[in-house]
C-alpha cells in the first residue's frame, strides 16, 4: 500500500509498504480522509519533535521512517478475532492514542496523561496519511449517519478544542478571548458558542484568518496592530476583563495577551505546544490571582462527544476544510501550501489515498 513516510525535516516520501496485519483486538481501516496537522508541519519543518529516531518508542516500537497522519476517517475493512463492536463498512474515525492501560493517569481515566502515550501517526507503526491503518478497538468510534468522512477527518482537531473548554470550566454567559485563530482557534471559537459562551473575542493578525473566525461565530475580532487588545476587551466587559482566554500561538506576544485580557481571578488555558521558553513578569499573575491551565488533546468522552456535535448540527466546522488533495501531493500541495507565504489562506488540507474521492 501507498503511505507517507517521514524521514527527516523537509524529507517526507510517498512510499510503498506492507500493509498492516490486524491483530486480535483491532479493526483494520481503510483510510478515506486524514487532515493534516500543525504538529506535522512542525515534524516537516523542524523536526524530529515526537517522532523517535535513534531509539525505538518504548511503547510501540518505532522508529523513523514512521507513516503519518493522526487525523483520520476510514471505513472497517477487517475484524480482529476478538473484535465484535463493529462490522464490515461501518464509518469510523480513530482517537489516536497509545496508551498503557495501566499508570495512575490511565486507571482514573486521564488516559491522554499516561506516562506512555503515543500518538499513532507520529510515534507508531502506522498512521492515517496511508491506504490502510490498524488500531484498538477502544479507540475506533463510529460515526454515526449524516456525519461525513470530510467532517469525520476534523473530529480529533475538534476534540482538541472542546477538551481545552473543559479545562477552563466555562460557564455559560461568561466571555472568552481566544488568542490565535488557526485550526484549533477556529474550533474553539465554534464550540464555544455552542456550549452558551455569550461573547467570543478572538485575536489575530492575518485578514484571511479573521474572516474565518466571524464564520466560526466569533462576535468580534481584534487585531493588536490596530488597537490595544487588553483595553478593548475591557471596554465590552464593564472594565473587568474576560473570563477565560486561551493561547493558540505559541508566541510570547500571544501568551502576554492571554494574560493581559483576563479578569482577576479569570483563567488562561494554554493549548499550544512550544518551540521555545516565554519570558513572563509573574507579577501580572500574582496581582490578580489570574490562573494558568494547560490543556492537551482529549480526555475520556470527549471524541464521542464531538462525534454527537457533529452529528445533531451543534458543531458545523463548515470553515475548518479548505483543500483536499490526494496523497501523491502531499508535499507539494499539502505541507508547501501550509508552511509557505499563502499559508494563512489555508485551515485545514485534508488528504485521501482514494483518487474517487476527489472532485
Ligand atoms: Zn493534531
Ligand atoms: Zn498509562
Known amino acids: 500500500m501507498k503511505a507517507a513516510l517521514w524521514y527527516g ?25 486524514c487532515g493534516i496537522c500543525g504538529t506535522d508541519l512542525h515534524e516537516y519543518l523542524t523536526g524530529p519533535i515526537f517522532i523517535p529516531v535513534d531509539v525505538k518508542h518504548p511503547a510501540t516500537g518505532a522508529k523513523a521512517p514512521v507513516i503519518l497522519g493522526h487525523e483520520f476517517s476510514g471505513e472497517v475493512v477487517e475484524l480482529g478475532k476478538n473484535v465484535t463492536e463493529f462490522k464490515i463498512g461501518d464509518p469510523v474515525v480513530i482517537e489516536p492514542l497509545v496508551t498503557c492501560g495501566e499508570c495512575k493517569a490511565c486507571r482514573e481515566g486521564n488516559y491522554h496523561l499516561c506516562d506512555g502515550l503515543a500518538f499513532h501517526g507520529l510515534m507508531d507503526l502506522g498512521g492515517g496519511l496511508a491506504e490502510y491503518t490498524t488500531f484498538r478497538k477502544e479507540f475506533v468510534k463510529k460515526l454515526p449517519e449524516g456525519v461525513s468522512y ?20 466555562l460557564k455559560v454567559n461568561q466571555t ?20 452558551g459562551a455569550k461573547n467570543v ?10 474572516e474565518f473566525a466571524l464564520k466560526a461565530g466569533a462576535d468580534l475580532v481584534l487585531d493588536p496592530r490596530e488597537v490595544n487588545v487588553a483595553e478593548e476587551v475591557k471596554n465590552l466587559t464593564n472594565g473587568l476583563g474576560a473570563d477565560i482566554s486561551f493561547e493558540v500561538t505559541g508566541v510570547q506576544a500571544g501568551f502576554e495577551t492571554s494574560v493581559d485580557v483576563i479578569r482577576k481571578k479569570g483563567t488562561v488555558v494554554v493549548v499550544s505546544i512550544w518551540e521555545k521558553g516565554v519570558n513572563f513578569n509573574l507579577n501580572n499573575l500574582v496581582m490578580g490571582e489570574k490562573k494558568i491551565i494547560g490543556s492537551v488533546v482529549y480526555g475520556e468522552g470527549i471524541f464521542v462527544t464531538t462525534i454527537k456535535y457533529l452529528a445533531d448540527g451543534r458543531i458545523k466546522a463548515d470553515q475548518l476544510i479548505t483543500k483536499k488533495i490526494h496523497l501523491d501531493d502531499l508535499v507539494k500541495e499539502g505541507f508547501t501550501a501550509l508552511t509557505g507565504s499563502d499559508r494563512d489562506s489555508q485551515v485545514k488540507i485534508i488528504v485521501t489515498p482514494d483518487k474517487s474521492l476527489i472532485d
Open 9 to 33: 525535516p523537509k524529507d517526507v516520501r510517498i512510499e510503498e509498504v506492507a500493509e498492516p496485519v490486524v491483530k486480535e483486538n483491532e479493526v483494520k481501516v481503510k483510510v478515506k480522509w
Open 201 to 210: 473575542i478572538a485575536v489575530e493578525l492575518s485578514t484571511k484568518r479573521k
Open 150 to 169: 470530510e467532517k469525520g477527518a476534523l473530529v480529533e482537531p475538534l476534540s482538541v478544542a472542546l477538551h481545552a473548554i473543559e479545562v477552563s470550566e
Open 176 to 195: 472568552a478571548v481566544v488568542v490565535g485563530a488557526g485550526p484549533i482557534g477556529l474550533a474553539l471559537i465554534e464550540n464555544l458558542k455552542a456550549l
